[in-house]
């Protein structure tokens, strides 16, 4: 089998979850997937750290987020302010922001947190970091103002895994962490 | 006249609006819009024909690996790859374990709720509760203090205001015919199948790699090493693991799942009475049994019509077309020709109205779906069309499992034709497939004794061994019904894609000899006790397991909103 794209502690529990969630094919609506893979690419991330490319997979991703102390979901976001228009939701306003904010190809986020809160494993702290999409149309490229926002989205991720006590080391420039990719992010070109 | 609008707000793939007049109580005229655009097809013009999986496995949240599997299948199709047979038993496996999740998923998840009322299991007195759970089961969690314990749970949920998936309902509606104790024995088991299904899917976690998307696909076969002495390979270990993960599913789908869906069913045989739809079903047929093209599937392929039990044709891919009269497309040929998808055109044209609307010209275009037909006739395609088509070619297992349950009930197979029926006939394909799952596993721990560790068709994936000019056409059985992709291969590229997906055979709108859609057949003359809140509606249009949820708001006549609940 492939390697692990993450490790795991030996407890089974997750410290801290990494969710890219979007639909790729959808123009911005995939700015959380590609921050999650240019993350992985230039940056190492901390022991208890592991990352995930979600998609907009709900249900399926239960069996990681019920075991996750701490979940950030990186995604494209509305709100106010022009598109690229960095967004951070925590506590309180998680829970309707997923159900009214996030994108509609990716309701079954509202689901999955539904579902670890009746199995009384809802994550200790969830936090949503995401930028303003200008458009969720289909497309597979995102459009300049949130393409030109992802490096600034990398960086803030970044500054969250640090301020929850799990700072990532950057990779050498360039260099690919290959067994961070998989097929299908190779294939899609992220 | 009232007429009534649910209406997708946001969902897992696509958003789904029924319209509908209702007339003394009854739905007189239906119509079924996509209002989402997806045009997958542009997207995958110019790239290499080997990755087109990665891309379509992204479609849909909920069904990433139904158009892996047929984007491959359509792919070796054109190029003349013959997966092996490891690849085969791996690819039935995901499938069939796919299938089992989704439906339970559908059943508890998505669709209980149209027919259990959450508040009322609150009244439920838990002793009672055991008495039932215990004369339709022996599954072991059926104690008074288990059930107390759920009740208390699901009053500490209502009581914070937390009521999260079971927040947008219509409790309380006078169409929710259950006993208090019927409702907590199945909202337990709501709880109990969210644990379930997130233990049962590790099967694709062992096949697929960790990834949450299978990474394990591959033009021509698959990308896991088969090998039972190796570490980093499919192994001995493997065996043993889904072994025990299909021995839990089956003790969950026979002790759970089946006497749950007769009980509740027992209290709604009139829904056997609504919903009938078109009459037609259309089977692609799935899990091969053999290799090659041709080989035997164990859901059979063929076509019924008009209800006919007696009669069973076989499947023709020549004979289906897409028309686009109602759709908000543009065909280069006219708008009202039908074309076959090798040769199919997605070339968008929107013009509905500026959102957000309160009507669609139902008479102009009005969907984003095309409409699909077959031999130029509406088809419902799903788990219900696979039952009957199995059934009528004799298909011993299934005959057992139809047969027993229509006794149980009461009932005669004409009630087959119905909401209700489709619900069972989602139930009874889990069961027939827990029971078969473990056969392909000990077909690929027998592989690896006789030493066929074959994983791949290596002789076809480079693109200067394909053809320059290529066709092929991919045919899955996803767990919503027939799936179809196909490509044309020019120069080693994708020149041309089409899928017909099943939510389009099942929810498209009207053609251009103005038949309506499976969905917009069903709900004619579904009662509507409060066009406030449609829940019958719901009832029929979920019964399909459309791949989206809707929110609703209901208009009277003149376009003046009443009332807006956005529903699951």
Redesign the interface.
Known sequence: ??E???SEPANDRIPLLVLGLG???CTDDGAGVVALHRLRRAWAMAEGVVT?????????????V?RAERVLMIDAVRGDGPPGTPVRITGDDVAPAVYERL??????V??L???A????RYPSAVVIVGVVPASV????ERTPAVEASLPGLVTRVVAELTAMGFPPTPLVAGALQERNL???AR??GF | MTHIVVDPVTRIEGHLRIEAEVENGLVSSAWSSSTMFRGIEIILQGRDPRDAWAFTQRICGVCTTVHAIASIRAVEDAIGAVPPPNARVLRNLIMAAQCVQDHVVHFYHLHALDWVDVVSALSADPAATATLAQSISDWPESSPTYFAGIKARIKAFVDRGQLGPFGNAYWGHPAYKLPPEANLLAVAHYLAALEWQREFIKLHAVLGGKNPHLQSFLVGGMATPVDPSSQAALNIHTITMLRKLIEGARAFVSRVYIPDLLAIASFYKDWAGHGAGVGNYLVYGEYPMTEGANAPRYLPSGVIRNRDLSKLEPFDPGKITEQITHSWYKYAGGDDTALHPSVGETHPTYTGPKPPYDRLDTAAKYSWLKSPRYDGQPMEVGPLARMLVAYVSGHAQVKTLVDGALGKLGVGPEALFSTLGRVAARGLETQLLVDKIGDWVEELAGNMDKGDLRIHDTDRWDPSSWPKDAMGAGFHEAPRGALGHWVHIKDGKIAGYQCVVPSTWNAGPRDSRGQSGPYEAALLGTPVADPEQPLEILRTVHSFDPCMACGVHVVDAKGRELARVQVR
């Open positions: 089998m492939r692990p794209t993450r639909n790729v094919l995930v490319d979600g998609g907009t997979l709900g249900l399926a991703l239960l069996p990681m019920e994108s509609p190809h990716q309701i079954g509202a689901d947190l539904g579902g809160a009746m199995l009384g149309d289909l497309g597979f998989d097929d299908a294939a899609l």
